[in-house]
T-cell receptor, first 110, second 115 residues
Framework: LAKTTQPISMDSYEGQEVNITCSHN???????ITWYQQFPSQGPRFIIQ???TKVTNEVASLFIPADRKSSTLSLPRVSLSDTAVYYC???????????FGTGTRLQVFP | NAGVMQNPRHLVRRRGQEARLRCSPM?????VYWYRQLPEEGLKFMVY????????ESGMPKERFSAEFPKEGPSILRIQQVVRGDSAAYFC?????????????FGSGTQLSVL
């Protein structure tokens, strides 16, 4: 299973764009890259998933370079409510269990 | 369409008692995963089940912990003879049977406190 490495914490201010990069050097050919968001006392919530290039939804964008050894979650114009822990996961193939790392704790200041 | 339902939300047990945590997956989902989370830490995988089968229990402690997902009814995570170190948030997640890429839907968790 591919291991992921991401910064432990990041700080930002309201209205700024936040980019969180995750390294996954051992990603397998059939692995997808998925990001989750977790607020205190809640279960993680799916944000975005991609395989290669760029994916965008109403919440975030996900940039994946050609070698797929890293990925960047981009949150446009963050607000205070985006303060949470963000997890990058790599896996796929149906029966793979998803391994969560320690995540990135994003703190947004007014 | 209701999400993943976990109950109880909070569970208090004394050392030596049994804890039963329930998880009802989303409608149509047949894969269930259990994770444990200690304060200020990430989620630790425990077990992955499909209906009536344990697929991967590599994250389960060898003793006192068991999980099931019967043909009918919710998935149950059972902890016998609880100890203080079992105090944690336990999250259940589910995914549909034909998932070719893992996208999990999580419940709100059960916070277990062992006195």
């Amino acid at each position: 299973l591919a291991k992921t490495t991401q910064p432990i914490s990041m700080d930002s201010y309201e209205g700024q764009e936040v980019n969180i990069t995750c390294s996954h050097n051992n990603i397998a050919t059939n692995d997808y890259i998925t990001w989750y968001q977790q607020f205190p006392s809640q279960g993680p919530r799916f944000i975005i998933q991609g395989y290669k290039t760029k994916v965008t939804n109403e919440v975030a964008s996900l940039f994946i370079p050609a070698d797929r050894k890293s990925s960047t979650l981009s949150l446009p114009r963050v607000s205070l409510s985006d303060t949470a822990v963000y997890y990058c996961l790599v896996g796929g193939g149906g029966t793979d269990k998803l391994i969560f790392g320690t995540g990135t704790r994003l703190q947004v200041f007014p | 369409n209701a999400g993943v339902m976990q109950n109880p939300r909070h569970l208090v047990r004394r050392r030596g008692q049994e804890a039963r945590l329930r998880c009802s997956p989303m409608k149509g989902h047949s894969h269930v995963y259990w994770y444990r989370q200690l304060p200020e830490e990430g989620l630790k995988f425990m077990v992955y089940l499909q209906k009536e089968n344990i697929i991967d229990e590599s994250g389960m402690p060898k003793e006192r912990f068991s999980a099931e997902f019967p043909k009918e009814g919710p998935s149950i995570l059972r902890i016998q003879q609880v100890v203080r170190g079992d105090s944690a948030a336990y999250f259940c997640a589910s995914s549909p049977p034909d998932a070719t890429n893992e996208k999990l839907f999580f419940g709100s968790g059960t916070q277990l406190s062992v006195l």
